[in-house]
């Protein structure tokens, strides 16, 4: 039972990172886009919250991704007077998207994901050497 509990808290842990990275994916592909009207915003980066939730069929903690939350920092502007979404003085909103932050936060999703698949390795590992004491 240790085993599939392991197996579990690593599962959830592997759902909750590639939930953050597809977040953080969305993030950079949207860095550069603008908003398409003078008065509209562009695209507002997204972070992912985690849970941490009991599972009692377990009897252990695992993670869940939580709410996705909009970051409520100030939107950059460039002067570009020729475009579509320039407001009266020639300056474009753009995302307050940081790319080199969502650089470093894919990194440390990839990491937790990584070390999460160690953990099942592992176990797999175990219960196959296990399986092979007890057939000799």
């Known amino acids: 039972m240790e085993l599939m509990k392991s197996l ?3 599962a959830s842990g592997l759902k909750a990172q590639s939930g953050r990275m597809r977040i953080i994916a ?4 949207n860095a550069n886009s603008t908003a398409r009207t003078p008065d509209g915003n562009p695209y507002r980066r997204k972070m992912v919250t985690f849970e941490n939730v009991f599972n009692r069929e377990l009897g252990a903690h695992t993670v ?3 709410r996705v939350t909009f970051d409520q920092t100030d939107f950059t502007t460039r002067h570009e007077p020729g475009h579509p979404a320039a407001d009266a003085n020639g300056y474009v909103k753009t995302p ?3 790319t080199l932050v969502e650089m470093m936060d894919m990194r440390q999703a ?3 994901y990584e070390a ?3 953990v099942i390795r592992s176990a797999r590992g175990m219960a196959m050497r296990t399986l092979d004491i007890l057939r000799s």
Do not use: D, K, T
């Open 110 to 112: 990839q990491r937790s």
């Open 96 to 98: 307050n998207v940081n």
């Open 26 to 29: 969305e993030n950079l592909a």
């Open 8 to 10: 579990m808290i690593a």
């Open 64 to 66: 869940h991704p939580g």
């Open 116 to 118: 999460n698949l160690n």
